[in-house]
């Protein structure tokens, strides 16, 4: 039998990206669903095509983890800069998330006036900008030389940031803005939702800044679905999609991956599931026992799916803001993708949309049959409701389909129902989960780890990753 040098679970960003990088090596990925790419993959239903979450592309510019490890990997993507990043709709008001900072900062004066709004986004675009031309990003536990590295890095930070790094987000928020309206604290907090899957009270100023001043950088569509990344990132390396990884087991050095099809050996394993998700795969109890010790995140996606009859362009992302929280949801905000008219394969019959809102995901499991479809009825009505309020131009009878998915779904297609991990502070950064274990050559990646959920993050992840495998 042979034995590979790194066997992966799961094609997600991280674990397409850490296959990528080591395609010179002996590589499997394992894959349950059908697509590639997780959270990020596109599939087909009704004869469209959908991109499985409203998510962006970050991060592919200089200074980037993620752009270097494209660049490495050869990767071809057919993108399309986005103009306005995002167009958030807020009781009446249009804000543009834009790269321009005073293009900007205009429409924020426009719609929430304050005399520190300079101060506030100037300071939340320089600390982003500082931390992405950070050289030693890294953090990693369970051996001496990742310690050494790690105290290495909390070095460097520190001394770029000082005392901003002890900062609250909450705390910076009023020492600059003072008492905002909840119109404005909502406007922040939904944006932290998709980007952090938290909000201002529970992070701190670093951590706000990196989830805010994300559209000041280049945010790319992706013709052909976000499905056609994790195509490129594996087209060199032998990838097994609709074979799940049913147990691990570990003899001597070698790991022992075992699918219905078949039993697979690897001298590493990687797990790009989830770190709450991961127990189940082994039966050692010291390694069930090490992840069974990271209390979930309960925390999910409604996602709803839908083919419009337009074929006019409109732009590729949208947040709506509502006064009120969603039914069933935990947030009063939802994020919008839309298909580009001139992508041939996404808007093939129509405008395909994702739409996506945070929810719990416990309570999608706890329901009975019947419940959970009348529940599921109440929230997809309520957004698609609010979505046609928020468009003049599109109207009911647009819409040609439409479906949506909970965490249930999630779970049944690609073995997870919550979305990202925990919030990272400096209360919580010892307890988060690095990508090494304390066993040898078994290792994480991806959004419930450092550096956190999103391109940029899991790409960090993935860095510092590759430099453990490396030695």
């Known amino acids: 039998m042979k034995t590979y040098d790194l066997a992966i679970v799961g094609s997600g960003m991280g674990g397409s990206m850490i296959a990528s990088l080591n395609k010179q090596k002996d590589v499997i990925v394992f894959e349950k669903d059908t697509n590639l790419g997780g959270c990020a993959s596109t599939f087909k239903r009704f004869g469209n095509y959908y991109n499985s979450g409203a998510t962006t592309l970050v991060g592919y510019e200089e200074y980037h983890p993620l752009k270097k490890i494209f660049d490495k990997a050869n990767v071809n993507l057919d993108l399309k800069k986005s103009d306005i990043a995002i167009r958030v709709l807020q009781n009446g008001k249009t804000i543009d998330r834009v790269k321009d900072f005073e293009k900007f900062l205009s429409q924020i004066d426009k719609a929430y006036p304050n005399k520190n709004n300079r ?7 320089q600390l982003d900008e500082k931390f992405w031309k950070l050289k030693n990003v890294y953090y990693s536990k369970y051996s001496l030389s990742s310690y050494v590295k790690t105290i290495k890095s909390v070095s460097e930070i520190f001394l770029t940031f000082k005392f901003d790094l002890f900062k609250t987000a909450s705390g910076f928020i009023k020492d600059t803005l003072g008492d905002i309206s909840k119109e404005y604290q909502d406007f922040i907090d939904s944006q932290l939702l998709i980007t952090l899957q938290t909000t201002s009270k529970d992070i701190s100023l670093l951590s706000l800044a990196l989830g805010l001043a994300y559209p000041f950088h280049d945010v790319f569509y992706v013709n052909g679905g976000m499905g056609s990344i994790f195509d490129e990132l594996l087209k060199d390396i032998e990838t097994h999609n609709k074979e799940e990884v049913k147990t691990i087991t570990k003899q001597n050095d070698v790991y022992y991956l075992k699918t219905r099809k078949a039993e697979y050996r690897a001298k590493n394993v990687i797990l790009n599931s989830t770190i709450y998700d991961s127990s189940k795969l082994f039966e050692n109890e010291k390694i069930k026992s090490y992840y069974n010790k990271f ?58 949309i994702t739409i996506s809102t945070h929810t719990k995901a416990r309570f999608w499991s706890n329901l009975n049959k019947d419940e959970y479809k009348r529940q599921k009825f109440i929230t997809e009505e309520f957004i698609i409701n609010s979505f046609l309020e928020n468009f003049d131009n599109i109207t009911k009878e647009d819409i040609q389909i439409s479906f949506s998915g909970t965490a249930k779904t999630f779970n049944r297609f690609i ?32 959004d419930t780890i450092f550096a956190g959920q999103g391109w ?14 490396d030695g």
């Open 415 to 446: 073995n997870r129902n919550n979305c990202g991990g925990k919030a990272i502070t400096l209360k919580t950064l010892l307890q988060v989960p690095s990508c090494r274990t304390p066993f040898e050559g078994l290792y994480n990646v991806g």
């Open 295 to 352: 209390l979930f995140n309960d925390q999910s996606a409604f996602v709803i799916h839908m083919t419009i009859n337009k074929k006019e362009d409109l732009l590729h992302h949208y947040q709506i803001i509502l006064e009120n929280e969603i039914p069933n949801a935990i947030s009063n905000s939802y994020f919008v993708s839309l298909s580009s008219s001139e992508d041939r394969k996404m808007s093939e019959n129509g405008i395909n």
């Open 119 to 125: 101060v506030f986004w100037q300071t939340i675009k």
């Open 456 to 469: 940029p993050g899991v790409a960090l992840g993935v860095n510092i990753l590759k430099e453990e495998l």
